[in-house]
């Protein structure tokens, strides 16, 4: 009679046991077949390394108190391709300061500004921000001031090193 | 059956599960405005087998992926009709899956016990709008870069998790290479996935209860075939001529190839996503993400819920007014704001107040012209942007429309060279030969000759270098040129090898599926006389 108990006991935690196992094994075997996949997908992607200061004008040659843009090549690491790709940015020069550069990708959304010579603002074209010759945000959804990028001066030469800044943030931080 | 037939079904039952697939009852009897649900399937039919053609010609790559599309579109015969009907059975799929979507709601055919028939319905819409915005920015031209790149800032705003967010989706903090890929993998391979197994469960739950049926009870009663099959029919064949129609006289839009660097562009998105972006132009910088993010999110989540915020077994909606008065004041506000997005002006081509970019003087960069024809010449610009580039850039000293050049004291001919019509020289004999001429003038620019009058003159204007010093970007110069041959009556983006011509085949498609149309009339009169 006792055995009989134990032998009924069994039969469902057999049942129980197999279907743990089963249940456990698959998720294992998913587990191991699927971490590296989503892994791969993940993972941050490989981060570029920072970029050398390039020279960009003679300050001389820049206006006084009127943005202007100038292009050069940096390069830049896009997965497996790195290519030297042209940047534009506005430098302001007033008076004998130091002149202000300014990164043209917009600090809402990263369209690009531009310098919009009747109005005298920097304009966006994708949502309307608008922003004064020193970067503030004069009206549209910028939550920052246009981003500054670091500056060199040697022998009256202007250097700038790129840098990316992730847009829609009141904070102003490197990507 | 023959015997082999018989051999064939005993072993392989596909006319037995045809047979009980199609044998159904249509509560209060077939009609044409059941075919909703069937024709936005069409319409994903239509875009499975177009993409997959596509698959053949397509190069996910930044450097290719535009003239990789190009390619199909100008050079491969019947590809205009192979990318136009997949860029306006996309268009169509979102049309349809939008009214069925209303049509269901309105009618209360989403109530018990079909709530998961209408929550996968909800996901179907989802997974067409992420094919669509996944879509775009294969073409690596101006709207889908820009759209892609709005959407990476988007993403990247959402407090904590953005960067990282930002970082899965687009494959790293810049629009580029691992963009294209992964949304690639996206576009061709998991969403439609998705999409298909989404599509058979919103089926077999459809199945499970049946059709809801006329608001009213009704005794009629009709079968799915074959009285809503031919209906079907007629309404996938009407389906058909609106695409066929549109890919031959609305052909799918150039707007240039991708540019990071350009400032003149309006980035736009895809007409679903526009009632966003105008609604990010009304919320403050610090309310970004409540536009951006939780908008989309809570939307979602109440027409995920609609079941159960809408539970009484009503259905007529002329007993549910306050379901109807939200559904008026959410979709008109939608179409409001989708209108007001789409009218949005270009600031920079309304007021041409000067370049955009960094003037061709102030620019240090310079490298002597490469060999070969130049990126810009070998690609299909788009002359909608190249005219705005044109206003900006070129307008100065060419003249409104290229027509008269403005007087340049000390050149030999006295004045600006007009472009339109332009020197007959320049323009050559083929579309290449046209390009080449131009591309030369703005890649390196040119001194015109002096006058022969006046001694030890020197011309007063020159042509600016545009390409060699960076002033312009490649694609700009693309759109550019593509603008002034459309001037001088020249299209960049003809079609050279069509198959069959656009609007002939759209005729010949016309007369083709009016005799299912006829046909299928008749064959449904002749059911209803046989009844």
Redesign the interface.
């Known amino acids: 009679m006792a055995a009989q108990e134990r032998s009924d006991q069994a039969v469902v935690s057999r049942r129980g046991f197999v279907g743990w196992t089963l249940g456990l094994g698959a998720g294992v075997v998913a587990l191991v077949a699927g971490v590296p996949q989503i892994g791969a ?2 993972a ?5 390394a920072p970029n050398e200061f390039v ?3 003679k300050l001389a ?1 820049l206006p006084d108190g009127e943005p ?6 940096a390069e ?1 690491i ?4 790195a290519e030297q ?4 940015v506005w430098v302001v020069k007033t008076g004998t300061g130091d002149p202000i550069v300014f990164s ?1 990708v917009c600090t ?12 005298r603002h920097f ?1 966006c ?4 921000s608008v922003f004064t010759k020193d970067g503030a ?1 004069v009206s ?5 001031p246009l981003d500054t990028l670091p500056t060199k001066i040697k022998d009256g030469i202007l250097s700038v090193r790129w840098v ?1 800044f ?5 904070a102003k931080t490197p ?1 | 059956m023959s015997r082999f037939g018989d051999w064939f079904e005993s072993r392989l039952p596909i006319g037995r599960t045809l047979r009980g697939m199609l044998d159904e009852e249509v509560p209060g009897g077939a009609k044409f405005v059941y075919a909703l649900g069937s024709a936005t399937l069409l319409t994903f039919l239509v875009l499975a087998v177009t993409g997959v053609v596509q698959l053949f010609f397509y190069a996910p790559t ?1 450097a290719a992926a535009y003239a990789s599309v190009n390619y199909l579109r100008f050079q491969v015969p019947f590809g205009w009709l192979v990318h136009g009907l997949h860029y306006w059975a996309a268009t169509l799929m979102v049309v349809l899956a939008l009214l069925h979507l209303v049509q269901v709601f309105l009618w209360g055919a989403f109530k018990k016990p079909r709530e998961m028939t209408w929550i996968l319905g909800v996901l179907l819409l989802l997974g067409t709008l992420a094919a669509t915005y996944t879509g775009n920015p294969l073409a690596w031209d101006e709207k889908g870069y ?1 759209a892609a ?2 959407g ?3 993403i ?2 959402v407090p904590l998790v ?3 967010l930002r ?2 989706v687009f ?4 629009v ?3 963009t294209i ?1 992964r949304f690639f993998g996206l576009h061709i391979a998991v969403i439609p996935l998705l999409i298909g197994s989404i599509i058979a469960l919103h089926l077999i739950t459809f199945r499970k209860e049946g059709a809801a049926g006329p608001i009213r009870p009704s005794t009629k009663t009709g079968a799915f075939y074959p009285d809503q099959v031919l209906r079907d029919l007629i309404v996938f064949a009407v389906v058909l001529v609106v695409l066929v129609g549109l890919s031959a006289f609305l052909l799918t839009p150039v707007t240039g190839p991708a540019d ?9 998105p895809d007409w679903p996503f526009l009632f966003i ?1 105008q609604l ?2 009304y ?4 309310l ?2 409540v536009g951006t993010i939780g908008v989309p999110v809570l939307g979602t989540l109440l027409l995920l819920l609609v079941p159960w915020l809408d539970r009484s077994p009503e259905r007529s909606p002329a007993k549910r007014p306050a379901v109807l008065a939200i559904f008026v004041v959410v979709s008109g506000a939608l179409v409001a704001l989708s209108i007001l997005g789409a009218q949005t002006s ?3 081509a309304v ?1 041409p ?7 061709p003087e ?4 310079s490298t002597p012209p490469g060999p070969g024809p130049s990126l810009a010449s070998n690609q299909v610009g788009g002359a909608a942007h190249g005219q705005e580039l044109y206003v900006l850039y070129c307008q100065e000293c060419h003249g409104a429309r290229g027509v008269k050049g403005v007087e340049n004291p000390g050149s030999a001919d006295g004045e600006v060279p007009s472009l339109n019509p332009i020197d007959p020289a320049l323009a050559g004999k083929t579309r290449q030969t046209f390009v080449a001429g131009l591309d030369t003038f703005l890649q390196n620019g040119s001194v015109p000759s002096e006058s022969t009058s006046t001694p030890n003159a020197s011309p007063r204007l020159k042509m600016p270098s545009f390409g060699n ?3 312009l ?1 490649q694609p700009q110069i693309a759109d550019l040129e593509a603008y002034i041959m459309q001037l001088n009556g020249v299209d960049r983006a003809a079609i050279a090898r069509p198959g069959v011509v656009p609007k002939t085949y759209f005729w010949i498609s016309l007369v083709g599926l009016a005799i299912v149309v006829i046909s299928g009339s008749a064959a449904i009169v002749s059911v209803e006389r046989g009844r």
Request: hydrophobic share 35%.
């Open positions: 997908l993940l941050t992607p490989r981060s570029a020279d960009v004008g040659d202007v843009g100038l292009t050069f090549l830049s896009d997965g497996y391709n790709l042209p940047h534009t043209p809402h959304l990263g369209c690009q500004v531009f310098w919009d010579k009747g109005a304009v074209p994708c949502h309307n945000v549209g959804p910028a939550p920052r990316d992730t847009p829609g943030t009141t990507v | 930044t820009w790149r709005v990476a800032g988007i990247g705003s953005g960067g990282w970082d899965v494959g790293g903090t810049i580029g290479q691992l890929t990071a660097l350009d400032a003149s562009y309006v980035g736009r972006f990010l132009k919320l403050p910088g610090q970004e993400v270009t600031p920079a007021a107040v000067g370049p955009p970019g960094p003037t102030a620019s240090i960069v010093t960076n002033a970007t």
